[in-house]
T-cell receptor
Framework: DAGVIQSPRHEVTEMGQEVTLRCKPISGHDYLFWYRQTMMRGLELLIYFNNNVPIDDSGMPEDRFSAKMPNASFSTLKIQPSEPRDSAVYFC?????????????FGPGTRLTVT | DQQVKQNSPSLSVQEGRISILNCDYTNSMFDYFLWYKKYPAEGPTFLISISSIKDKNEDGRFTVFLNKSAKHLSLHIVPSQPGDSAVYFCAASDSGTYKYIFGTGTRLKVLA
């Protein structure tokens, strides 16, 4: 199994530009999570999906952030327009079954820099 | 409002000695706790977990202790090895929401 795949690994963009981060979860996993890591706040949960349906997006910081999961093998996190304070590492994770009781498998992350 | 706190951003330990990483939480609804380890340029990986019905769980060199009255958990690594040098995240969840709340992490450096 290839694990959770994220692309790109690094993204540098200018303020105001649209950014799209991509994730392929582990096959057979029915939960998908998007996290953001910063020094000040650690790992923050942004949104999670169950069977491709968004369940909780209360962690999405602003309307500039949106996430979709069109099918079981693909999800995107979009920031439009991007701002320097969005600079962080964004992780995607997936799990099988009840997420609160099961290990989440993380991708390698996308390091986003907004200048 | 940080519901899960790791107050020590870093810790250095000599190889062979015990490493103790601490974590405090505020939400009494949390009933499941986990530790994840993260190496640079990689995603976090699961290390060990504990349910609130237990106060201790062991897996090889790693032991997690839970003190529910103090809302405190700790991870003990004995003996510490240089390969244990990483950032360790504590996480908590309650079975009603299925969400993990992570702390800010503690960077452990094990000195050879």
């Amino acid at each position: 199994d290839a694990g959770v795949i994220q692309s790109p690994r690094h993204e540098v963009t200018e303020m105001g530009q649209e950014v799209t981060l991509r994730c392929k979860p582990i096959s057979g996993h029915d939960y998908l999570f998007w996290y953001r890591q910063t020094m000040m706040r650690g790992l923050e949960l942004l949104i999670y999906f169950n069977n491709n349906v968004p369940i909780d997006d209360s962690g999405m910081p602003e309307d500039r952030f949106s996430a979709k999961m069109p099918n079981a093998s693909f999800s995107t996190l979009k920031i439009q327009p991007s701002e320097p304070r969005d600079s962080a590492v964004y992780f995607c994770a997936s799990s099988r079954g009840l997420a609160g009781m099961n290990e989440q498998y993380f991708g390698p992350g996308t390091r986003l820099t907004v200048t | 409002d940080q519901q899960v706190k790791q107050n020590s951003p870093s810790l250095s330990v000599q190889e062979g000695r015990i490493s103790i990483l601490n974590c405090d939480y505020t939400n009494s609804m949390f009933d499941y706790f986990l530790w994840y380890k993260k190496y640079p340029a990689e995603g976090p990986t699961f290390l060990i977990s504990i349910s609130s019905i237990k106060d201790k769980n062991e897996d090889g060199r790693f032991t997690v202790f839970l003190n529910k009255s103090a809302k405190h958990l700790s991870l003990h690594i004995v003996p510490s090895q240089p390969g244990d040098s990483a950032v360790y995240f504590c996480a908590a969840s309650d079975s009603g929401t299925y969400k993990y709340i992570f702390g800010t992490g503690t960077r452990l450096k094990v000195l050879a």
